[in-house]
């Protein structure tokens, strides 16, 4: 860790958390708290290390209602020629992608950086996930997807060329305002390094599963590390 806990006394600690909690970032904590700013940006990195570790534990198959969706985070887009054209609305070169999955049952989470969305890729991770049996996969159209039901899942799709859900529930509308929630929370870092940008993904994520409870789960992450 980059701070020496047994140097720093829980009540700052508290304080750090709270403000951490509250999106404050570090320089308006600083400011708040009096602690110097390279000091909260190291401990913030060290929640957003212990809330990636927190997430991953809380990682199991289970059963119920599921929405899949890949998207692409960071990078710029280059401009297109005229002949390359067809790739308008990919938007996806020099960007990060990310598989999401959100349970509907209890409206969690779980988000996987992927080299790419084929196949081999994303079924591992929907098998590790989702238990074929009681449930029910929905997706876009995308071609990746085609064989679910031939392992076994039950899958509806949803084309968004020609409608956004409908009365079936058929949509997809849950992890993709995560998606929105996400990026607009990480836009203001203006760029993150692949390696950062995984723990602040899963800090998105932690605090869209745990919007109710957030400080009090990472109060008690936290300070099992100060011992």
């Not at 304080?15 to 600083?30: D, E, P, V």
Request: include cysteine; glycine fraction near 6%.
């Amino acid at each position: 860790m980059p701070v020496k806990y047994t140097r720093f006394k829980k009540n700052k600690v508290n304080k750090l958390l709270r403000c951490f909690c509250t999106y404050l970032g570090a320089t308006q904590t600083a400011q708040l708290t009096g602690i110097n700013r390279n000091t909260v940006n190291n401990w913030y990195q060290t929640f957003r290390k212990a809330i990636a570790e927190f997430q991953e534990t809380q990682v199991k198959q289970s059963s119920g209602s599921f929405e899949l969706d890949k998207s692409y985070f960071g990078g710029t887009r280059k401009k297109l020629h005229a002949k390359d054209r067809r790739k308008r609305g990919r938007g996806a070169e020099n960007k990060i992608p990310v598989f999401g999955i959100k349970k509907r049952d209890d409206g969690s989470v779980y988000t996987k950086i992927i080299e790419n969305a084929s196949k081999h890729t994303l079924f591992p991770i929907i098998k590790e996930l989702v238990n074929k049996h009681d449930s029910i996969i929905y997706t876009d159209k995308f071609s990746t997807y085609d064989g679910l039901v031939f392992d076994g899942y039950k899958h509806f799709r949803i084309n968004h060329s020609k409608q956004y859900s409908n009365r079936k529930g058929n949509h997809i509308n849950g992890i993709e305002n995560f998606w929105a929630f996400s990026k607009q929370r990480l836009s203001k870092f203006h760029g993150l390094s692949r390696k950062n940008f995984y723990y602040h993904l899963k800090e998105c994520e932690f605090r869209y599963n745990k919007k109710h409870d957030m400080m009090k789960i990472l109060q008690r992450v936290i300070h099992s590390l100060l011992v």
